[in-house]
């Protein structure tokens, strides 16, 4: 099993940023492909960020690329979800999930899910 602990969620005002973070433990955090996703009131969850093994292959939501930077750092068993100029449209629980394929984007294909952090942002 591989336990994900998600954290910095919180409000922010529009045009304001977070960084998220998600913690791994219990298994190999490099031999997994990380991903973020997120779910608002209502609506499906939706694909986010990915990140391969090693952090040399990023992937994004076109509509998220340049404002959403995912990274990781494998000594310290963590992901990171930099979100800068959030929107209200924003606003949603955001999820970091493993998989054992890279780049993938549906989250059927994720094995390991965090609880969630939620993200609010203000108009």
């Known amino acids: 099993q591989l336990q994900l602990v998600e954290s910095g969620g919180g409000l922010v005002q529009d045009g304001g940023s977070l960084r998220l973070s998600c913690a791994a433990s219990?298994?190999?955090?490099?031999?997994?492909?990380m991903g973020w996703f997120r779910q608002a009131p209502g609506k499906e969850r939706e694909f986010v960020a990915a990140?391969?093994?090693?952090?040399?292959?990023?992937y994004y939501v076109d509509s998220m690329k340049g404002r959403f930077t995912i990274s990781r750092d494998n000594n310290k068993n963590t992901v990171y979800l930099q979100m800068n100029n959030l929107k209200p449209e924003d606003t949603a629980v955001y999820y970091c999930?493993?998989?054992?394929?890279?780049?993938?984007?549906?989250?059927?294909?994720?094995?390991?899910w965090g609880q969630g952090t939620q993200v609010t942002v203000s108009a």
């Open positions: 999930a493993a998989s054992t394929l890279v780049g993938v984007r549906r989250s059927g294909q994720y094995d390991y």
């Open positions: 990140i391969s093994w090693s952090g040399a292959g990023t």
């Open positions: 219990g298994r190999t955090f490099s031999r997994y492909a």
